[in-house]
């Protein structure tokens, strides 16, 4: 195993820190077990010459690269399923009633990594307007920094264990056999899905505000600042009654955050 300096360590935390927001200052040794292999893959002999090359900014899909290596979360369908229930028991019935007339719902997955979140959401999304889910755009926008990890949901085919936490009927309804323990999302899902690179520490600049922002197991990366800086932009990117739902694992500051606390991991913007 390769052997980091404190000081190419120092360099490359705060530069992830600086253009990414995640704190890896207290990981350097997740740092050298996660990368030690990528670095001699790729022909480097010691971390001083990657560092300078990361640095350099030069090879964008290299710097991903990175990211995704270090930042690596387990996610399948269903994950955290309290979320589901709270969307199908309270969410999707409001929103139903709000958007009677223009029959346009906004969701974001925020964060997507390899789609799972945002296929999950739009199985129950399909699930809860029926027959009538012709008539809605229910389209939503999932992103991700990672173009690779997004090319893994576009692609859209899971192993037995991803979909293990769905009703059998779903994967029946929402899948197409793809050989020996593998499972492709359905075309009326992966239709209902638009993936974009995005970088979480960018303005929101969307067109729409949002009736609903997943962002689960995200902020787990970031310092205390930083987090705070991206609620508060989720914030104004959300309409009035607007959800946001973050990962168990994590919390928001209650001095800080501008959303009403709903249930653990589940957040509400307060109606004008």
């Keep these: 195993m390769l052997t980091l300096t404190d000081n190419d360590f120092q360099r490359l935390y705060t530069y992830i820190k600086k253009n990414y927001g995640i704190d890896l200052s207290k990981k350097k040794q997740l740092i050298v077990s996660r990368l030690s292999n990528t670095l001699s893959s790729q022909g480097f002999k010691d971390f001083s010459a990657y560092v300078d090359e990361i640095l350099t900014g030069r090879d964008p899909e290299m710097v991903t690269a990175m990211l995704n290596k270090l930042t690596t979360n387990y996610t399948y369908f269903l994950r955290e399923e309290e979320h589901f229930k709270y969307l199908w028991d309270v969410v999707l019935p409001d929103l139903a009633k709000k958007h009677a007339k223009d029959k346009v719902l906004s969701i974001w997955s925020a964060g997507c990594s390899s789609?799972?979140?945002?296929?999950?959401?739009?199985?129950?999304?399909?699930?809860?307007?029926?027959?009538?889910?012709?008539?809605?755009?229910?389209?939503?926008?999932?992103?991700?920094?990672?173009?690779?990890?997004?090319?893994?949901?576009?692609?859209?085919?899971?192993?037995?264990?991803?979909?293990?936490?769905?009703?059998?009927?779903?994967?029946?309804?929402?899948?197409?056999?793809?050989?020996?323990?593998?499972?492709?999302?359905?075309?009326?899902?992966?239709?209902?899905?638009?993936?974009?690179?995005?970088?979480?520490?960018?303005?929101?600049?969307?067109?729409?505000?949002?009736?609903?922002?997943?962002?689960?197991?995200?902020?787990?990366?970031?310092?205390?600042?930083?987090?705070?800086?991206?609620?508060?932009?989720?914030?104004?990117?959300?309409?009035?009654?607007?959800?946001?739902?973050?990962?168990?694992?994590?919390?928001?500051?209650?001095?800080?955050?501008?959303?009403?606390?709903?249930?653990?991991?589940?957040?509400?913007?307060?109606?004008?």
Excluded at 151 to 176: D, Q
Excluded at 217 to 227: E, G, H, L, P, S
Excluded at 243 to 269: D, M, N, V
């Design 115 to 272: 789609g799972e979140e945002p296929y999950t959401i739009s199985m129950y999304l399909k699930e809860f307007f029926g027959a009538q889910a012709s008539q809605w755009d229910t389209r939503l926008l999932a992103t991700d920094i990672s173009q690779k990890i997004l090319n893994t949901a576009i692609t859209a085919t899971y192993n037995e264990e991803s979909v293990s936490a769905l009703p059998p009927s779903w994967k029946t309804k929402y899948f197409v056999k793809a050989g020996k323990d593998k499972y492709s999302v359905a075309p009326v899902i992966k239709q209902n899905v638009i993936f974009r690179t995005f970088n979480l520490m960018d303005p929101i600049t969307f067109k729409r505000k949002f009736d609903l922002i997943f962002c689960r197991n995200v902020m787990i990366y970031f310092d205390q600042a930083t987090k705070d800086a991206l609620v508060q932009r989720f914030y104004n990117a959300t309409f009035p009654e607007g959800h946001l739902f973050i990962g168990h694992s994590e919390g928001l500051t209650k001095a800080t955050c501008p959303y009403e606390y709903i249930q653990p991991a589940i957040y509400r913007k307060k109606s004008k």
